[in-house]
């Protein structure tokens, strides 16, 4: 009897160990999926502490495929964070900052006359600049508070000024004042401050516009004001003068400007230029040369900040409408709106190595995007506190702005993605192909086809306005005939490269109508038209066999996504909910299954036993090739349509794209995400891997070509370094 008892015992206390596993197993699985939503909504560094759990959880009850995603995604997830910071504290709020010109030190001031000079590479301070003693009644040191600064060109002078309506001058290697005037008689504040030489200063105090201040008068500075005609600017709460350029022989505007402020924010890189915002919402070019306006934009709100990019070709403005508005320096339309997320804009800066620019915002902020094509780039940057203007440090990726009582030193992120080429005269990307040994990529929209080196990023070739506007493309399989086939309204046609001008009609291919689907495999060309599937020869393009797959297609339907197993033993073809899969030679009917949805896209797994479909119903799904059943990973969700789907030269990493503006990688194991999305500023029509499934390339409706990285390989570690690492 006891030992009866005593092994009903024992399997008692297995049962509940196992039970106790099963819980376990679970909550890794669940904790996952809370690790991708908390990085998703920013919470990155909460994100990557649950990571760290999953890690622990799933290796302690034997899930080796969830702990080795998990350890992926705690290397993937900090490349989308921007680098370190480091914060330079003040005692109040500091309100600017600005670099010295070889971007050693910055100059930080604001809120009651604190000014500091630091060390940029140390974050020391060097030493605190005294104000000038008050002048106004009743106004004490400690509450002179600075709203302007900028930095002579040859690095020694500071010039600060706010609301003691004093200019007051330092030298950048002492504390003490050198000098200080009245800058602003009638105005309220000095609100910004611009150094057009070593001793020209520009300034602005939001009543009587600007002032030329020459600091080389003596026996004191000598001041020219230049005032727009009929112009009011005593509301002026937002006034402010960008370092930069050169305001040299400027005369006084003759055109009236109709506003209630008036705002020089930012110069051009060669100082001809001058961008000016208003509390009138009124972004203006001026010539600064002859003084006279250019052109003239109005928004919503008013106008907080503005900016100009390095080449001078964009001018970014913001202010409360929750926007940041990107121009065209020439022509002044407007090329991109990006969406704050509802809040208040502060301040826009133009990155001077990188096409990217950043905004900060009311709610503590800071976000970036490549300038060009509004793509997010890495997850916002969060401080504490109200955030400032932001200031790059000359020629880097460095960045100084204020949030709460700190200016802090920040530095871009660094996302896995270059952009290769913005949306050209065409428009939406129509094909995006590899050459077979991976050393070139391809890319056409409806008229132009370029190609490109997929180390570099270098545009080795393009040509415009291709005869047939293109719908599809795919590299000739066969590196002794190197060419891309092009799909068009009328059949196809092939381009042989590397001169891509010589295009070859397919006459053959006309009564296709129009192909959407080519691919070049091991049994030849295959061609998909409107109901019609072909193979060709191709060497000669003589047809081989062509094929109906339905005998009649519902009104209105056409052929929707085709495949190729690797082998070229069969061909899989969609239309409306079915899909039908012929033979690869004679292309008859083998089989057919429903797919529950309408297929988009689809790619055979390299051991063509299975088949990754994208579907309209924002699913994609991999599914067995023969019958049409999942094959035991969930189904990856977008939150629109999936439209192109890829799967890796070694059938490990699923790659999906969306009109959602993603396009995502998943571990074909467990069909979870692998790392951060892909964020592109229009819906992702085109993915493809690299023959070597060293990186991918994705195309968007809004004609950008982008060159991705893959996930990295899984941190290493036990548990409790991870814990040491992530952990909360």
């Known amino acids: 009897k006891m030992q009866v008892a005593e092994a009903g015992a024992r399997a008692e206390a297995e049962r509940a160990s196992e039970s106790l596993r099963e819980v376990e197993r679970q909550t890794a699985q669940l904790e996952f999926g809370r690790a991708v939503a908390s990085c998703e909504e920013g919470r990155v560094a909460e994100g990557l502490a649950l990571f760290a759990r999953v890690v622990e959880l799933a290796e302690h009850t034997g899930q080796a495929d969830l702990a080795r995603v998990a350890r992926v995604n705690l290397a993937a997830w900090p490349r989308e964070l921007s680098g370190p910071t480091r914060a330079l504290s003040h005692t109040e709020q500091p309100m600017r900052c600005a670099f010295t010109p070889d971007g050693a030190r910055l100059v930080t001031a604001g809120r009651f006359g604190e000014a500091h000079l630091w060390d940029v590479d140390t974050g020391a301070r060097v030493h605190t600049f005294k104000p000038a003693p008050a002048f106004l009644p009743g106004l004490a040191e400690r509450r002179v508070s600075y709203w302007a600064l900028?930095?002579?060109?040859?690095?020694?002078?500071?010039?600060?000024?706010?609301?003691?309506?004093?200019?007051?001058?330092?030298?950048?290697?002492?504390?003490?004042?050198?000098?200080?005037?009245?800058?602003?008689?009638?105005?309220?504040?000095?609100?910004?401050?611009?150094?057009?030489?070593?001793?020209?200063?520009?300034?602005?105090?939001?009543?009587?516009?600007?002032t030329r201040w020459d600091l080389a008068a003596r026996p004191a500075p000598a001041g020219t004001?230049?005032?727009?005609?009929?112009?009011?600017?005593?509301?002026?709460?937002?006034?402010?003068?960008?370092?930069?350029?050169?305001?040299?022989?400027?005369?006084?505007?003759?055109?009236?400007?109709?506003?209630?402020?008036?705002?020089?924010?930012?110069?051009?890189?060669?100082?001809?230029?001058?961008?000016?915002?208003?509390?009138?919402?009124t972004v203006r070019a001026w010539d600064t040369v002859r003084g006279v306006e250019l052109r003239a934009r109005t928004f919503r709100g008013w106008v907080i900040d503005v900016a100009v990019s390095p080449d001078g070709a964009r001018v970014a403005a913001t202010g409360p409408e929750g926007v940041v508005w990107v121009l065209d320096a020439r022509t002044f339309e407007v090329v991109l709106e990006l969406n704050l997320a509802g809040a208040y804009g502060n301040g826009v800066a133009f990155a001077p190595k990188r096409p990217y620019l950043i905004a900060t915002d009311g709610d503590g902020n800071v976000r970036c995007w490549?300038?060009?094509?509004?793509?997010?780039?890495?997850?916002?940057?969060?401080?504490?506190?109200?955030?400032?203007?932001?200031?790059?440090?000359?020629?880097?990726?460095?960045?100084?702005?204020?949030?709460?009582?700190?200016?802090?030193?920040?530095?871009?992120?660094?996302?896995?993605?270059?952009?290769?080429?913005?949306?050209?005269?065409?428009?939406?990307?129509?094909?995006?192909?590899?050459?077979?040994?991976?050393?070139?990529?391809?890319?056409?929209?409806?008229?132009?086809?370029?190609?490109?080196?997929?180390?570099?990023?270098?545009?080795?070739?393009?040509?415009?306005?291709?005869?047939?506007?293109?719908?599809?493309?795919?590299?000739?399989?066969?590196?002794?005939?190197?060419?891309?086939?092009?799909?068009?309204?009328?059949?196809?046609?092939?381009?042989?490269?590397?001169?891509?001008?010589?295009?070859?009609?397919?006459?053959?291919?006309?009564?296709?109508?129009?192909?959407?689907?080519?691919?070049?495999?091991?049994?030849?060309?295959?061609?998909?038209?409107?109901?019609?599937?072909?193979?060709?020869?191709?060497?000669?393009?003589?047809?081989?066999?062509?094929?109906?797959?339905?005998?009649?297609?519902?009104?209105?339907?056409?052929?929707?996504?085709?495949?190729?197993?690797?082998?070229?033993?069969?061909v899989l073809v969609s239309y409306a909910d079915r899909v039908v899969f012929l033979r690869g030679d004679t292309l008859d009917v083998l089989r057919e299954w429903k797919a529950g949805d309408e297929l988009l896209d689809a790619r055979y797994t390299p051991d063509g036993k299975s088949v990754l479909v994208a579907r309209r119903d924002s699913v994609a799904e991999l599914l067995d090739a023969a019958t049409g059943r999942p094959v035991g990973v969930p189904a990856m969700a977008h939150e629109r349509a999936v439209v192109a789907v890829a799967v890796s030269p070694d059938g490990r990493v699923l790659l999906t794209g969306s009109r959602d503006g993603t396009a995502r990688f998943w571990d074909a194991a467990t069909g979870l995400p692998m790392g951060a999305a892909m964020h592109h500023a229009g819906p992702v029509t085109h993915v493809a891997f690299s023959p070597k499934g060293d990186h991918i390339a994705t195309g968007t409706g809004t004609g950008t070509v982008t060159l991705w990285d893959l996930p990295p390989a899984p941190v290493r570690g036990g548990t409790g370094d991870l814990r040491a690492k992530w952990g909360m």
């Open 150 to 210: 900028a930095i002579s060109p040859d690095g020694r002078t500071v010039a600060a000024g706010g609301t003691d309506r004093k200019v007051t001058l330092w030298n950048v290697d002492r504390p003490d004042p050198v000098l200080s005037f009245d800058a602003a008689p009638d105005g309220p504040n000095l609100w910004a401050l611009a150094f057009a030489s070593n001793t020209v200063l520009w300034a602005s105090d939001g009543a009587n516009g600007l």
């Open 225 to 281: 004001r230049v005032r727009p005609a009929h112009t009011v600017l005593a509301r002026s709460a937002w006034a402010g003068l960008a370092v930069g350029g050169s305001f040299a022989g400027w005369r006084a505007p003759p055109v009236p400007v109709e506003t209630d402020s008036l705002q020089v924010r930012a110069l051009s890189p060669d100082g001809t230029r001058a961008y000016t915002g208003d509390r009138g919402g």
């Open 370 to 570: 490549h300038r060009d094509t509004g793509q997010p780039v890495g997850v916002p940057l969060r401080l504490g506190g109200a955030v400032t203007r932001p200031q790059f440090r000359p020629d880097s990726d460095r960045y100084a702005v204020g949030a709460g009582s700190a200016v802090h030193l920040c530095e871009l992120p660094d996302p896995p993605g270059d952009v290769l080429s913005v949306g050209g005269p065409g428009g939406r990307i129509r094909g995006l192909c590899f050459a077979p040994d991976g050393t070139r990529l391809a890319a056409t929209d409806e008229v132009t086809f370029d190609l490109f080196d997929p180390l570099s990023g270098a545009r080795l070739h393009s040509v415009e306005r291709v005869p047939r506007s293109a719908l599809s493309m795919c590299y000739d399989a066969d590196p002794a005939r190197p060419g891309v086939y092009r799909g068009h309204r009328d059949g196809f046609n092939r381009l042989p490269l590397p001169d891509g001008r010589q295009v070859k009609d397919v006459p053959t291919s006309a009564p296709l109508g129009r192909v959407f689907r080519l691919e070049s495999a091991a049994g030849g060309l295959y061609v998909m038209g409107t109901s019609v599937v072909a193979r060709y020869d191709p060497a000669t393009l003589a047809v081989r066999a062509a094929r109906q797959p339905a005998t009649v297609l519902p009104s209105g339907v056409t052929l929707g996504a085709m495949a190729v197993r690797p082998d070229g033993g069969e």
